[in-house]
Structures are given as C-alpha cells and as structure tokens.
C-alpha cells in the first residue's frame, strides 16, 4: 500500500529549496516519490494519506548513543517516585544494581525517548547485547563516531555544541542521517520526521522535542498522541 505523509513544509536536508505543501509517497519501507502534495495526490489518488501539522525533515542522528543508553539508566514509569523521570548518571548510577536485562530494558526506553526526538540513528560504539538489540528492533541504525561530541549529552540532536563561537547546537543539515532523494531516484529507505514547528529557524528555537512524527523504513515508530 502506498502511503502519503504531508505536511506545511518539506525541508531535504540538503542544499534544495524547502517545498511548501510538500510530501514524500511511501511504498513499503522506501520513498516512491518527493515533492508537492497536489502533485503526489493526483499521481497517486488510492494512497492513504497522513497529514502532519509543520515541517516533515529527514530523520536526525544522535551523537551522544553510548552516553544515552550505555552509560545513563532511564527509569521505569513505575520507579518515578524512588528514582524521577530523568536519566541517571555518575555516581546516582553507580549505586543501582545493574543486570543486562535490566541495562536492556533501560535502552528500550531510551530508544523511545529518541524517537521522540526525530532521531533515527545514534553514532558511537555500542557494545552491550541489551543495548545493541534494543537499537536494532527500533529500526535505528548505528554511525561511526571518530572523536566524543562537545558538549553534555542530551536526547535533541540538534542541542549537541560543536564547539564553535556563537553556533551552540548543530543544524539541520549537520543533524541528518541522509537527505530526501530527488524526486525519481528509488531505493532510499523512508526515513524522516516530522516536527510541530513552522520552518527551519523555529525547529532550531525550539529544538527536536518538538517531534510529532518518526517514520524508519516505512514504519510509523513514534506518533505523538
């Protein structure tokens, strides 16, 4: 079945100009076709349609994977009470008694978290079987990773610092794991994000916790409810 997800405005995620109306066909777990959504309907008209409020970008890597899942923990729910929400770190998780099912369950939330974030892909060394599978079973990818990224890991792949003067996070076109293909070029893995914002310069104010929508490889894997 083909699927069409449009929004207010597609972004490549390269040097191509933004499309308003723009959409991606989806065919299985590959883009069929880019462009505007009159055009893709009209081309297309038994496709079911998704439509998404702001701007549909190529999916986000994240820098900081082994931080995130290999040396944070990130609660249950129901440990809210004994131990908050937010990940733990140093010496906080020194002090937990961590098995590798429990290093692997900690990771599946972990993933969830990022997906909710646009990310699709995580760049580091994992090395933990939990961990790894976690990874995989998501659908996320994982890049190589040639020096530690600046900056305290955080889950926006666009907050990370690249230490350079007045650029304190990265943008989109640092953040994406591979552009949208030109419309006409097949075999590229749908894969992309969709986030509540206006444009380019609002996603960066308001960074990646603005995600309403992941899609990898033509699965639907975080929709914000």
Avoid at 32 to 46: C, D, F, M, N, S
Avoid at 100 to 110: E, K, L, N, P, V
Wanted: contains cysteine; proline residues 10%.
């Amino acid at each position: 079945m083909l699927t069409i997800h449009a929004a207010d405005l597609l972004v490549t995620g390269d040097r191509r100009p933004p499309v308003p109306g723009g959409a991606v066909v989806v065919e299985g777990r590959e883009i069929a076709a880019v462009g505007r959504y009159e055009e893709l309907v009209a081309a297309h008209p038994t496709a079911r349609v998704r439509r998404w409020p702001g701007l549909l970008t190529p999916g986000l890597v994240n820098v900081h994977g082994p931080e995130l899942l290999e040396r944070a923990y990130h609660p249950d729910p129901r440990e809210a009470d004994e131990l908050g929400t937010e990940p733990i770190v140093g010496a906080a998780l020194a002090a937990l008694a961590m098995t590798d099912a429990r290093w692997g369950a900690s990771a599946q939330r972990g993933v969830q978290r990022m997906l909710a974030h646009g990310t699709v892909a995580v760049a580091g060394s994992l090395w933990r079987p939990g961990v790894v599978d976690a990874v995989y079973r998501a659908g996320l990818t994982v890049e190589e990773r040639f020096e530690d990224p600046p900056g305290p890991p955080t889950l926006d792949p666009l907050a990370g610092g690249t230490g350079r003067p007045g650029r304190p996070g990265r943008s989109l076109a640092e953040a994406v794991l591979l552009p949208l293909p030109p419309d006409g070029v097949r075999g590229v893995d749908a894969t992309f994000a969709v986030f509540d914002v206006p444009d380019e310069a609002a996603l960066a104010k308001r960074g990646a916790a603005s995600c309403v929508a992941t899609v990898v490889k033509g699965r639907l894997v975080y929709r914000r409810r």
